[in-house]
């Protein structure tokens, strides 16, 4: 199997990540347990960094924080250089906390509240991807009330279909997010926006999907957009200088899945690009590119300790382990499909066929279907290979189950991110309504 960043076999048999055995890291912080290997992360941060050096005069790029958003990986995308995406009051919160640089902070939503437009305004984040004519006006009163000038790029949908699960597609005509380009509404949308002094339209944005292979829409796309901007100069004069094209890379959950390598995709959209702007004959923008997956989901692991083993003689043998779609709903969302290793047997031979299923009570809390794997008994450590992407971040406490703790691991060395959460922690925002205490007279019920 091929391992990605720091993941190896070591001579015991165990998994290892960031130079740390997994099954050590399990015993000292628990199960449930997500890790994250640090030098993973970091090398794809440079590869980003390298590809687009290379390939282009221009840019920037932006960690999507959706992915997994946390104080410690806010502070390792500063120091790698990145600037941050943001979609929401609490991620843009976790950002400042911290001390990520505001100017670097690119503000996204498709329904940003006046409450958050005014935390990015006082926190002066350094810009607003308005998603659509309401939030302009909003954004443009609170800016003037302020007076204050805020960056904007306005959030186009290109009409383009990526290649990818239905519920992750985002660019298509049918979105709830952002300004079609179909029709006039977004040329529209621009003069609007050049019209309102406390504005300042920086560029223009798009995301047509995640997990996405098919590099051909993300080319499409950026011509779609560069067209655009020349459509822009045309009717207003204005040049724009940033064009964003969002994230949305693949990456490798399964042997099936052959993503393209970042320096192949960037090659690929920056050719795309230079080609548009000749053809138009148009400067060149800054490139801005925001991704989430790719820099952080295969540098992620999730493990589980296996408790109760069911075979049912001729169906299937489901192993049931400590966490599930509770720390991980992909598979329950989106039919996201995973590789694993028993990481205290990593080179045990793969001998029979499990489906791994979580604690909670429903019978879709299953994590992987249909997998070979060596023999398994209680006690035995189940690692999910690319768990590093909107997983803990889209973690709940259903069955109010303790969301897991995470950890960074590097050369040896083992540091919690994120505590695990405690009982206590689940009834922290609990309220009993005075008149429910014990010695308060109930209702009669009928
Ligand atoms: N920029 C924008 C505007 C986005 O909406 C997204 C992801 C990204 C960048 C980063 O995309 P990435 O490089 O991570 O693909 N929960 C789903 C994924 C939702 C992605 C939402 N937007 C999943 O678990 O697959």
Not at 32 to 49: A, F, M, Q, S, V
Not at 97 to 123: M, R, T, V
Not at 201 to 213: E, K, M, N
Request: glycine share 8%.
């Amino acid at each position: 199997m091929n391992l990605p960043g720091t993941i190896c076999i070591n001579a015991e048999g165990h998994l290892q990540v960031g130079d740390c055995d997994v099954v050590e890291l399990a015993r000292t912080f628990g199960t449930p347990l997500y890790i994250y290997d640090e030098e993973g992360i970091r090398e794809k941060c440079r590869e980003y960094h390298r590809a687009l050096a290379a390939h282009y005069p221009k840019y920037k790029v932006l960690y999507a924080s959706k992915a997994f958003s946390s104080l410690a990986m806010c502070r390792l995308m500063e120091q790698e250089g990145l600037g941050l995406d943001v979609v929401s009051g609490g991620e843009l919160y976790t950002a400042l906390a911290a001390g990520f640089p505001q100017g670097k902070i690119y503000f996204h939503g498709n329904n940003k509240s006046i409450e958050e437009l005014n935390l990015a305004l006082s926190a002066g984040v350094g810009y607003i991807v308005v998603d659509n004519p309401w939030e302009l006006e909003n954004l443009a009163q609170l800016a003037a009330g302020r007076k204050s000038r805020i960056k904007i790029l306005l959030r186009l949908t290109p009409g383009i279909e990526a290649h990818t699960h239905h519920y992750i597609q985002t660019g298509q005509l049918d979105s709830k997010f952002g300004i079609s380009l179909v029709g006039d509404a977004a040329l529209e949308v621009v003069k609007r926006a050049l019209e309102l002094p406390c504005l300042e339209l920086a560029g223009i944005h798009c995301h047509i999907g995640s997990q996405v292979f098919a590099s051909e829409s993300f080319r499409l796309a950026a011509e779609r957009m560069v067209e655009f901007m020349a459509e822009v100069r045309e009717e207003t004069g204005q040049q724009l200088a940033e064009l964003n094209l969002g994230g949305g890379l693949g990456i490798t959950y399964t042997e099936n899945d052959r993503p393209e390598p970042i320096a192949a995709f960037i090659h690929g959209i920056a050719t795309a690009i230079k080609e548009a702007c000749a053809r138009y004959n148009l400067p060149l923008p800054t490139l801005l590119l925001e991704p989430g997956r790719s820099l952080v989901g295969e540098a992620g692991i999730a493990v589980y300790r296996v408790g109760a083993i069911k075979e049912i003689p001729g169906v299937r043998t489901y192993a049931s382990v400590d966490g599930g779609m509770a720390d991980n709903p992909r598979p329950a969302l989106y039919q996201a499909r995973y590789r694993a290793l028993v990481a205290n047997k990593a080179d045990a031979p793969r001998v029979q066929k499990y489906t791994i299923a979580g604690k909670c009570c429903e019978s879709g809390d299953i994590l992987i279907e249909d997998i070979e794997l060596p023999r398994l008994v209680p006690g035995d450590l189940i690692a999910v290979l690319s768990s590093g992407a909107y997983q803990y971040a889209m973690a709940s406490n259903y069955n109010r189950l303790p969301r897991p703790a995470v950890i960074a691991v590097a050369q040896g060395r083992a540091e919690v991110i994120i505590r695990r959460e405690t009982y206590s922690d689940l009834i922290r925002y609990d309220r009993i309504p005075p008149a429910w205490e014990k010695d308060a007279t109930l209702p009669a019920v009928m």
